[in-house]
């Protein structure tokens, strides 16, 4: 039996309740809940030169030990669009799960058009996010 993979894209720096929550929705449009993490270069670019706060290979082993998160592929610096699509064309998953307002939504739904994969909006929670938090702990 084919496991149906649900893939889900983000930073997921200073690990939090809304992560948490979303991560959980993801996996339960699937079997198989595959987090692929953005470089520290890519965070950097994202989101600030303060940023990430935790290096990838911190923020990979806390997201490995969420009972429900099967596999964490830790992204190397991607240049571009094409880029990001070679490795969605590569991994082929049934799911491909977003936040509500995700910046990527248009991308993200071509390609789940293009590789025959539904697209999941999963909306967002009430809750303080990573540059909130970092603000508030003065790290930004």
Do not use: W
């Amino acid at each position: 039996m084919t496991k149906k993979i649900v893939l889900v894209g983000g930073c997921f720096d200073l690990l939090h309740y809304g992560h948490i929550s979303f991560l959980k929705q993801a996996k339960s449009s699937g079997d198989y809940l595959v987090v692929a993490l953005e470089s520290d270069e890519n965070v950097r670019r994202m989101k600030g030169d303060t940023r990430p706060i935790h290096i990838q290979k911190e923020r990979k082993e806390m997201l490995e030990a969420l009972s429900f998160v099967d596999e964490v592929i830790a992204l190397p610096p991607m240049a571009g669009d094409r880029d990001y699509y070679e490795f969605v064309r590569a991994m082929r998953p049934a799911v491909i799960a977003l936040t509500e307002g995700d910046p990527q939504k248009g991308k993200k739904s071509q390609q789940a058009k293009e590789i025959g994969a539904t697209l999941i909006e999963i909306p967002k929670i009430r809750t303080p996010s990573t540059s909130q938090l970092a603000k508030l702990l003065g790290l930004e």
